[in-house]
């Protein structure tokens, strides 16, 4: 079955450096996203992205954050200045259509921000 | 707002004891409520959707159900390779032109013991 590639699986920075994580999606789908998990905390929605540009960022996805698909097949989440409280599991998923029919996740990349 | 609230928040169980885990939601509107398997150190994997109430899927030991208020995931006889996190996951209306996102909850920790 396809997979979601996400690298590096591990990042330690230091706080007040800018960290990038990557990710490449399933070659055919359209949809792309990020969701982090802080440890022992729910999933939660960052960022979606559709034909190159933003469809919808949550609350903590702010003027730090900021995501793109630099050629065909990866996508990246860039922290401008990490802070203590990024440190969480990011994890990159894809989808094909619009629908959530099957939402497929990478198996992450876990930030430690020291 | 928006919630999702699984219970219980962990579940042993004997290899052969069946059992169901709740996802019960509040959403402005539901467009689809999707459960997700993840193993330690690992990405949500997709198990079911479900889009209206009294629909019901299965997948050999699993059986997903759905109301207007609450989800069941039903495990029949489980063994202990069904050890992991159960995630349930709304996506709620409106579907205004962007691609919705998932709201988690924070997962049942099922440990199936031989």
């Known amino acids: 079955e396809p997979e979601v590639t996400q690298t590096p699986s591990h990042q330690v920075t230091q706080m007040g450096q800018e960290v990038i994580l990557r990710c490449v999606p399933i070659?055919?789908?359209?949809?792309f996203y990020w969701y982090r998990q802080i440890l022992g905390q729910k999933v939660e929605f960052l960022v979606s992205?559709?034909?190159?540009?933003?469809?919808?960022k949550s609350e903590i996805f702010d003027d730090q954050f900021s995501v793109e698909r630099p050629d065909g097949s990866n996508f990246t989440l860039k922290i401008r200045s990490t802070k203590l409280e990024d440190s969480a599991m990011y994890f990159c998923?894809?989808?094909?259509?619009?629908?959530?029919?099957?939402?497929?996740f990478g198996s992450g990349t876990q930030l430690s921000v020291l | 707002e928006d919630q999702v609230t699984q219970s219980p928040e962990a579940l042993r169980l004997q290899e052969g004891e069946s059992s169901s885990l709740n996802c019960s939601y509040t959403?402005?509107?539901?467009?689809?409520l999707f459960w997700y398997r993840q193993d330690p150190g690992k990405g949500p994997e997709f198990l079911f959707t479900?889009?209206?109430a009294g629909e019901e899927k299965e997948k050999e030991r699993l059986k997903a159900t759905l109301t207007k208020k609450e989800s069941f995931l039903h495990i029949t006889a489980p063994k202990p390779e069904d050890s992991a996190t159960y995630l349930c996951?709304?996506?709620?209306?409106?579907?205004?032109?962007?691609?919705?996102?998932?709201?988690f909850g924070a997962g049942t920790r099922l440990a199936v013991h031989p």
């Open positions: 992205f559709y034909n190159n540009e933003i469809s919808e």
């Open positions: 959403v402005s509107g539901l467009r689809g």
């Open positions: 479900l889009y209206s």
């Open positions: 998923a894809s989808s094909l259509g619009r629908r959530y029919e099957k939402l497929f």
């Open positions: 996951a709304v996506q709620a209306q409106p579907f205004s032109g962007g691609y919705n996102k998932l709201i």
């Open positions: 070659s055919n789908h359209l949809y």
